[in-house]
C-alpha cells in the first residue's frame, strides 16, 4: 500500500518551461489537495479537489493549473514558470473535506525555478 | 496577523526532556491538527482534536476551545523526535488554516 505517490522528488526549470507534478493514491481517498511550502511559512493551498471531477482554488492559485484525472491522480501544470515558483510541492489526500479528515501527504517535489 | 500562532519558532532541548509546543489560533474552528514534518521532508499526521486531550505513545495533544489554545507535549524527548512540528486548524469554512511550524531539535 504506497499511499500517496509523488513524482518526480527533484526538478530543475528554467524561467518559462513548463512541467507537471504528479500525484497518485491508492486509499480511494475523494478529496486531493496541492500545497507549496516555502521558509518560514506555513503549507498553503494551491489548489484541491473536494471530489473526482471537480477543482477548486485555494489561497495560492495563480500561475497554477491542476487537473482531477481520475479519482486516483491529480496533476499540477506549471504553464511557464517563474523563480517565484521554487518551493516544495507536496500533494495529499484524504476521505473527504468534512471535519473528521486526515491528510496523508506524499513524499514532496523540490522545485527550482532559474 | 497569522491566524495560527505557534510558539516556539524553534526549540532545542536535550534528550530526556519534556517539550512543550503551542499553538495559537484566532479564528472559530472544528477541529485542530498537528503533524510532524521529519527533516527529510514527509508529513504525517500526528492528531486531530476538537476537545480534551489525545495520547498517543510519549505524544500528548490538549486543546482549550474557549482559549483558542493547543499544546503539543513530548515526554522522555529522543534525537528521534527531531523535526518540525506543524499545527493546522479546520475554520468553519471546512478550510485548513496552517501554522509555520516548530523546528524541534533534541541533542543526545
Known amino acids: 500500500n504506497a499511499g500517496v505517490t509523488q513524482t518526480p522528488k527533484f526538478q530543475v526549470l528554467k524561467t518559462g518551461q513548463s512541467m507537471t507534478l504528479q500525484c497518485a493514491q491508492d486509499?480511494?481517498?475523494?478529496?486531493m489537495y496541492w500545497y507549496r511550502q516555502d521558509p518560514g511559512m506555513g503549507l498553503r493551498l494551491i489548489y484541491y479537489?473536494?471530489?473526482?471531477?471537480?477543482?477548486d482554488k485555494g489561497e495560492v492559485p495563480n500561475g497554477y493549473n491542476v487537473s482531477r484525472l481520475n479519482k486516483r491522480e491529480f496533476s499540477l501544470r506549471l504553464e511557464s514558470a517563474a523563480p517565484s515558483q521554487t518551493s516544495v510541492y507536496f500533494c495529499?489526500?484524504?476521505?473527504?473535506?468534512?471535519?473528521?479528515?486526515?491528510?496523508?501527504f506524499g513524499a514532496g517535489t523540490r522545485l527550482s525555478v532559474l | 496577523k497569522n491566524e495560527v500562532e505557534q510558539s516556539p519558532q524553534n526549540l532545542t532541548a536535550q534528550e530526556g526532556e519534556f517539550i512543550t509546543i503551542n499553538c495559537s489560533y484566532s479564528?472559530?474552528?472544528?477541529?485542530l491538527h498537528w503533524l510532524q514534518q521529519h527533516p527529510g521532508g514527509g508529513i504525517v499526521s500526528l492528531f486531530m482534536?476538537?476537545?480534551?486531550?489525545k495520547k498517543h505513545g510519549r505524544l500528548i495533544a490538549t486543546i482549550n476551545i474557549q482559549e483558542k489554545h493547543s499544546s503539543l507535549h513530548i515526554t522522555a524527548s529522543h534525537p528521534r523526535d527531531s523535526a518540525v512540528y506543524i499545527c493546522?486548524?479546520?475554520?468553519?469554512?471546512?478550510?485548513?488554516?496552517w501554522g509555520a511550524g516548530t523546528k524541534l531539535i533534541i541533542k543526545p
Open positions: 495529499a489526500s484524504s476521505y473527504d473535506r468534512g471535519v473528521l479528515d486526515i491528510q496523508y
Open positions: 486509499m480511494n481517498h475523494n478529496s
Open positions: 479537489s473536494a471530489s473526482e471531477g471537480t477543482t
Open positions: 479564528v472559530g474552528i472544528s477541529a
Open positions: 482534536l476538537s476537545s480534551g486531550k
Open positions: 493546522a486548524v479546520r475554520d468553519s469554512n471546512y478550510q485548513l488554516i
